[in-house]
């Protein structure tokens, strides 16, 4: 099915995006966050995206939320709607100044913005569009 390629793709590349962020050589300093608690592994992977350690980490369990969604139907129905929610609340802290590092732990501002706009837009195709009905009209053998 479709969404289980969706959760299986977006699981490699936020995977991909965690084990990245543990890198400096992939890092430049970012010097547009605000005051950060949690500085470790603290910069912008490939120059554009503020990360840290915890940024890092969450990455790596999305990561693994979607591989291991990505088994069956509805695991990847609720992964894609449960991203949707989460990167779409993500993407407005990202807009307001005093949310924009979620209270000095993780950066989102800048390019993460965008990033998690365009992930909670795709996952809620994924969750609730055309590929998430496609099981309801099928057959049940």
Known sequence: MLV???ALILGIVYLAAGVLGFFPGLMSPD???GALTIEAFHGRLFGLFPVNILHNLVHLAVGIWGLAAMRDFN???S???G???IYGVLAVMGLIPVLN???GLVPL????IWLHAGTAAVAAYFGWGAPARVRARMPVI
């Open 83 to 85: 991203l949707a929610v």
């Open 31 to 33: 010097t547009a966050s």
């Open 101 to 103: 590092t979620l209270f």
């Open 75 to 77: 695991g990847s129905v």
């Open 79 to 81: 992964f894609s709607r």
């Open 109 to 112: 501002h800048s390019h993460d």
């Open 4 to 6: 289980q390629r969706f």
